[in-house]
């Protein structure tokens, strides 16, 4: 008999009942160190008492209006967006999928509304994941996100990630914009080139394409930077947020350059809840605590530490481990046993993990997490390490 709840997903078996910063405790008080922040939503850890205010005044006062009336949280949090980014206008939603709708119906919608609506298709890259509606999957391109579900948006063309010269080649009169994430995730933790970006910049300001960044899990801070492109010292037109944004509200943004989002007027575009007074209350705090460069050197600081001892393990376990790559505090182990071994290993020494693409192992650890967490999280990885040896 089928479960009360759909069996979509391969669940560990663990059930947490509260997080307290890097933690997470089950109703029995075992506690486990939380190097997966729920998919690198949780940037501030878990019950953050700035967050924890931020959502409990808001509940107090008013939770949700629609996009009908001005939403003054919303202005707020889009004004802090538009300060600290390349982006001059943003639209808010509840997730990450929905942050990608977004772009690709801006970016067709952009050329569209110039009178050159034949301009519509997408180059975006293998690997790659943009979300699980009917329009990402179909952007991500990948066999096993839409087989079954019928014909596929079309509009995609797919080339290999950080092929400049595959790009190039790939750009016909019909292409309208370019479109992947800096630092792939799901993917398993694969950071472009500096120069793959610039040379992407490049060509789509040779061809008058959008540059769309989906920045859903390596933005807010996440690489040490409030956004990964930037390392690049270039911009997007278009860029997809959500995870980090909202600390574990659910929360996305698409924000855009004046000159992008010219299409999207009155009535093209809408969402009920997207930016309602209680997300953007909770987001706007997180800003507040992120966008400092305080913060980020933090962040920075933090990273360099953890990739020097991860340098470390992985030298002392080469039956195991390959290699340690990332950009700041997100981080792929990638594995010579399967990756599930390892998770599954972190487990038994109450450690959490998460696999990814490429049999990798993300650790993407709450942004706040302390050195000494950082120290403990690496024994305990060198534990889970020994016992995969062990039975080797
Ligand atoms: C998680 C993720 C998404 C999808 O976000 P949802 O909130 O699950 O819809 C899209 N792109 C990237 C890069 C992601 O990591």
């Given at each position: 008999?089928?479960?009360?709840?759909?069996?979509?997903?391969?669940?560990?078996?663990?059930?947490?009942?509260?997080?307290?910063?890097?933690?997470?405790?089950?109703?029995?008080?075992?506690?486990?160190l939380?190097?997966g922040?729920?998919?690198?939503?949780?940037?501030?850890?878990?019950?953050?008492?700035?967050?924890?205010?931020?959502?409990?005044?808001?509940?107090?006062?008013?939770w949700?209006?629609?996009?009908?009336?001005?939403?003054?949280?919303?202005?707020?949090?889009?004004?802090?967006?538009?300060?600290?980014?390349?982006?001059?206008?943003?639209?808010?939603?509840?997730?990450?999928?929905?942050?990608?709708?977004?772009?690709?119906?801006?970016t067709?919608?952009?050329?569209?509304?110039?009178?050159?609506?034949?301009?519509?298709?997408?180059?975006?890259?293998?690997?790659?994941?943009?979300?699980?509606?009917?329009?990402?999957?179909?952007?991500?391109?990948?066999?096993?996100?839409?087989?079954?579900?019928g014909?596929?948006?079309?509009?995609?063309t797919?080339?290999?990630?950080?092929?400049?010269?595959?790009?190039?080649?790939?750009?016909?009169?019909?292409?309208?914009?370019?479109?992947?994430?800096?630092?792939?995730?799901?993917?398993?933790?694969?950071?472009?080139?500096d120069?793959?970006?610039?040379?992407?910049?490049s060509?789509?300001?040779?061809?008058?394409?959008?540059?769309?960044?989906?920045?859903?899990?390596?933005?807010?801070?996440?690489?040490?930077?409030?956004?990964?492109?930037?390392?690049?010292?270039?911009?997007?037109?278009?860029?997809?947020?959500?995870?980090?944004?909202?600390?574990?509200?659910?929360?996305?943004?698409?924000?855009?350059?004046?000159?992008?989002?010219?299409?999207?007027?009155?009535?093209?575009?809408?969402?009920?809840?997207?930016?309602?007074?209680?997300?953007?209350?909770?987001?706007?705090?997180?800003?507040?605590?992120?966008?400092?460069?305080?913060?980020?050197?933090?962040?920075?600081?933090?990273?360099?530490?953890?990739?020097?001892?991860?340098?470390?393990?992985?030298?002392?376990?080469?039956?195991?481990?390959?290699?340690?790559?990332?950009?700041?505090?997100?981080?792929?182990l990638?594995?010579?046993?399967?990756?599930?071994?390892?998770?599954?290993?972190?487990?038994?020494?109450?450690?959490l993990?998460?696999?990814?693409?490429?049999?990798?192992?993300?650790?993407?650890?709450?942004?706040?997490?302390?050195?000494?967490?950082i120290?403990?999280?690496?024994?305990?990885?060198?534990?889970?390490?020994?016992?995969?040896?062990?039975?080797?």
């Open positions: 008999m089928i479960s009360a709840v759909i069996p979509t997903y391969a669940r560990a078996p663990l059930s947490f009942v509260k997080g307290e910063g890097s933690w997470l405790i089950e109703a029995d008080g075992s506690r486990y939380d190097l922040a729920g998919i690198a939503v949780t940037s501030l850890g878990h019950a953050h008492p700035r967050l924890v205010a931020a959502l409990k005044d808001q509940a107090e006062q008013l949700h209006t629609s996009n009908l009336y001005n939403i003054p949280n919303q202005e707020k949090l889009a004004e802090q967006l538009v300060a600290a980014t390349f982006a001059d206008t943003v639209f808010f939603t509840n997730s990450g999928a929905e942050a990608m709708e977004c772009a690709i119906k801006m067709r919608k952009h050329f569209s509304a110039k009178g050159e609506g034949e301009r519509s298709e997408i180059i975006a890259f293998t690997e790659s994941f943009h979300g699980r509606t009917l329009g990402t999957i179909a952007a991500a391109g990948a066999a096993k996100l839409v087989n079954g579900f014909p596929r948006l079309e509009g995609f797919h080339v290999p990630f950080g092929d400049l010269e595959a790009v190039a080649a790939a750009i016909t009169p019909q292409t309208a914009g370019i479109l992947l994430e800096p630092v792939q995730g799901e993917g398993g933790i694969v950071p472009a080139e120069a793959f970006l610039q040379g992407l910049r060509l789509c300001d040779e061809h008058g394409l959008l540059l769309i960044m989906d920045e859903i899990q390596c933005g807010m801070g996440r690489t040490g930077k409030l956004f990964a492109h930037e390392w690049a010292g270039i911009s997007p037109d278009i860029m997809g947020v959500a995870k980090g944004i909202g600390g574990g509200f659910p929360l996305g943004a698409c924000l855009a350059t004046e000159r992008a989002a010219s299409g999207m007027v009155a009535g093209t575009h809408g969402s009920t809840y997207g930016g309602n007074p209680l997300a953007c209350a909770v987001g706007s705090a997180v800003m507040d605590e992120i966008a400092t460069p305080d913060f980020l050197a933090g962040v920075n600081r933090k990273a360099g530490a953890f990739r020097q001892k991860l340098e470390g393990l992985v030298a002392a376990h080469p039956q195991v481990f390959e290699a340690v790559r990332g950009a700041g505090l997100m981080i792929g990638a594995c010579k046993v399967p990756n599930m071994d390892v998770v599954r290993a972190g487990y038994d020494q109450h450690l993990t998460i696999p990814g693409g490429q049999n990798v192992v993300r650790l993407l650890p709450a942004l706040t997490i302390s050195m000494d967490e120290a403990d999280a690496v024994a305990r990885l060198d534990q889970a390490a020994s016992a995969i040896e062990a039975k080797l």
